[in-house]
């Protein structure tokens, strides 16, 4: 029986070697590996799968698809849904989502689901496949922000008729998955560029340097440039501290400064000019894929790594895989650990942070136990660099420049579930919306912002 199958382990760079460099961590499968993974799917009559995406890809059929070799196909079903698989079947949490509702998993190891939607993504890149771009229907939509939700949002539009631009602040599409994610775990040439470039060969424009809020305002977009909605899918970049003394010294950063210069400034590139200070130890606080992200990237630029985290290993937010391979490569972790204060030499470097032991009580409003202070725990960690990986919140500026546009105290956009916000044609969808989250959330966002703005449009 199919569920008698182990699970196919997917091939990887060996831990010892892919520390010192910048090359992906996982391979992936090959076409014998997939197929061999693809035949432990039951192709249940009702898929948990699909009900736990996001993004509602339809998962039994394009492993059958893929089955019975029809790659073709099966890239077609995934396009239903979801415009960037490769990006999709890197970086999701499967575990907790798709593979997390697998029935597999119930007595043994669910379907490799992610793993198979990387497959048929790569494949899809290498073969040159794309959809050719739909009939105009005289209708324009911009977008704010060429991340996840705006990239998801701008297919769904591009593929209904409509005339799409998307406005991106930075010099490169792709938002955080240019900027945020480093490139062991998401090459950016070979995929996520790639992947771009299949958006804008659905008719998707995409117009870079663009600051919404100073070079153009969303009042601008309706009135002087045509545009019958606009959808802000601009993400949280405005990174958080802890308010502790020293974190004005040189070498504190944060997580967003630090992965936007290793990875959009090529910092990690010896060809480049843009070098970044690790010195000989990094100490990253958090406990996030973020803070994975960082202290892995660290690790890479030569440097000893920590991750400093007030909680235990059992309440960290990153993904499992990320975890796993993070000890693997000999990062550091000092779980129940809080730093009070960053402490600095004559010169005004960061020599270390002063911390504390933390112990686990009572649940705190996230449902997590809060971590409490042991008296007279404080001690000394040596370092050169802080990074805080401690989350973000939403540039203000788009909020500030346009009237009408309600936000939370946070900074948060006010949208319902379809993305609708106070501001009447104007929709929001993705981290601008809920606050830092993940890659294919945003994605779902930007979809139901999509299909709200279709029936915005036509009831016009």
């Known amino acids: ?69 029809d790659k073709a196909g099966a890239a077609s079903v995934i396009g239903e849904d979801s415009s960037l698989p490769s990006i999709c079947g890197r970086v999701c949490p499967q575990e907790t989502q798709c593979e997390g509702s697998c029935i597999l998993g119930i007595k043994g190891e669910p379907v490799a689901i992610g793993k198979l939607e990387r497959f048929v993504g790569d494949w899809q890149l290498e073969s040159g496949l794309t959809t050719p771009p739909a009939a105009k229907n005289g209708h324009k939509v911009a977008i704010i922000g060429s991340g996840p939700a705006g990239l998801a949002c701008a297919s769904d539009l591009a593929k209904m008729g409509y005339e799409v631009t ?53 009042d601008e977009l309706f009135d002087n ?39 959009l400034m090529h910092a990690y590139d010896k060809e480049y000019d843009t070098p970044i200070y690790v010195g000989h130890k990094v100490v990253v606080v958090g406990g996030g894929n973020v803070a994975m992200d960082a202290v892995r990237t660290a690790k890479r630029l030569g440097a000893d790594a ?31 650990t809080n730093p009070t204060r960053v402490l600095g030499d004559d010169k005004g470097w960061v020599r270390g942070i002063e911390c504390v032991r933390m112990e686990l009580g009572e649940p705190d409003e996230s449902g997590r136990r809060s971590p409490q202070v042991i008296e007279g725990s404080e001690f000394e960690m040596e370092c050169d ?13 788009i909020a500030s420049t346009t009237a009408s546009l ?28 809920t606050g830092a989250a993940t890659v294919i959330l945003a994605m779902g966002a930007g979809r139901k912002a999509a299909t709200a703005i279709d029936n915005y449009i036509q009831k016009r």
Not at 9 to 31: H, I, M, P, S, W
Not at 313 to 333: D, N, Y
């Open 1 to 69: 029986m199919a569920n008698k199958i182990p699970r196919v382990a997917v091939r990887e760079q060996d831990a010892k070697l892919r520390a010192t460099n910048f090359e992906e961590v996982c391979y992936g499968y090959n076409e014998e590996e997939a197929l061999l993974e693809a035949s432990r799917c039951l192709n249940c009559k009702n898929p948990r799968c699909v009900s736990a995406c996001p993004v509602g890809i339809k998962i039994p059929q394009f492993i059958e698809r893929l089955l019975e070799g």
């Open 166 to 218: 998307i406005f991106e602040a930075l010099h490169e599409a792709g938002g955080v998955l240019v900027y945020g994610i480093p490139e062991f775990r998401l090459p950016k040439e070979r995929i996520v560029k790639r992947e771009i470039e299949r958006v804008k060969a659905l008719g998707v424009n995409i117009e870079t340097d663009v600051v919404v809020g100073r070079t153009i305002t969303i």
């Open 225 to 263: 440039e045509g545009f019958e909605a606009v959808f802000i899918g601009s993400g949280a970049g405005l990174p958080r501290f802890m308010g502790i003394d020293g974190e004005n010294l040189n070498g504190v950063l944060s997580a967003n400064e630090f992965l936007t210069r290793a990875n």
């Open 306 to 336: 920590s991750i400093v985290y007030r909680r235990s290993e059992k309440e960290l937010p990153a993904r499992v895989e990320e975890v796993h391979h993070a000890k693997e490569e000999g990062i550091v972790f000092e779980m129940l």
């Open 385 to 397: 660099v802080v990074v805080m990986a401690l989350g973000t919140s939403p540039n203000p500026l």
């Open 406 to 433: 309600e936000t939370t105290r946070r900074g948060c956009i006010v949208a319902d579930e379809w993305g609708a916000t106070s501001r009447e044609g104007v929709f929001a969808g993705g981290d601008t919306v």
